[in-house]
Nanobody, 115 residues
C-alpha cells in the first residue's frame, strides 16, 4: 500500500506560479513512474505530466514549456512547478504512483487560476 498526499494548491492570478507537492508514505525509488493528472468541473481526468524512475519526463502538450515535474527520492516527494498559469489550468490536481501492477492516487488539491 502507498498513501499519497498532495499539497500546494490554491488561488492564483493568471500568469502566476504554484508548486504542487506529492508526498508518498514510503520510498519512491522503485516506483515505475509518478505523475500528475487534473480534472476540471464537468470534464474527464486528464494527464498532465509524469516522471519515471530514471528521471525521464513527459508532458501534455497544453502544459509543455510552462510546467516542470521533478522528484526528490530522499524526501519521497514529487513536485509540479507550474508557471504562466492560465484560467484553463483550473482543476483538481491528482498525484498518481505506479508501483508494479498497482496504481495509487492521492486525494487531490484544488488549483484555481482567476483574477
Amino acid at each position: 500500500q502507498v498513501q499519497l498526499v498532495e499539497s500546494g494548491g490554491g488561488l492564483v492570478q493568471p500568469g502566476g506560479s504554484l508548486r504542487l507537492s506529492c508526498a508518498a508514505s514510503r520510498s519512491i525509488f522503485s516506483f515505475i513512474f509518478m505523475g500528475w493528472y487534473r480534472q476540471a468541473p464537468g470534464k474527464q481526468r486528464e494527464f498532465v505530466a509524469r516522471i519515471t524512475t530514471d528521471g525521464i519526463t513527459n508532458y501534455a502538450d497544453s502544459v509543455k514549456g510552462r510546467f516542470t515535474i521533478s522528484r526528490d527520492n530522499a524526501k519521497n516527494t514529487v513536485y509540479l512547478q507550474m508557471n504562466s498559469l492560465k484560467p484553463e489550468d483550473t482543476a483538481v490536481y491528482y498525484c498518481k504512483a505506479v508501483v508494479g501492477i498497482y496504481n495509487y492516487w492521492g486525494q487531490g488539491t484544488q488549483v484555481t487560476v482567476s483574477s
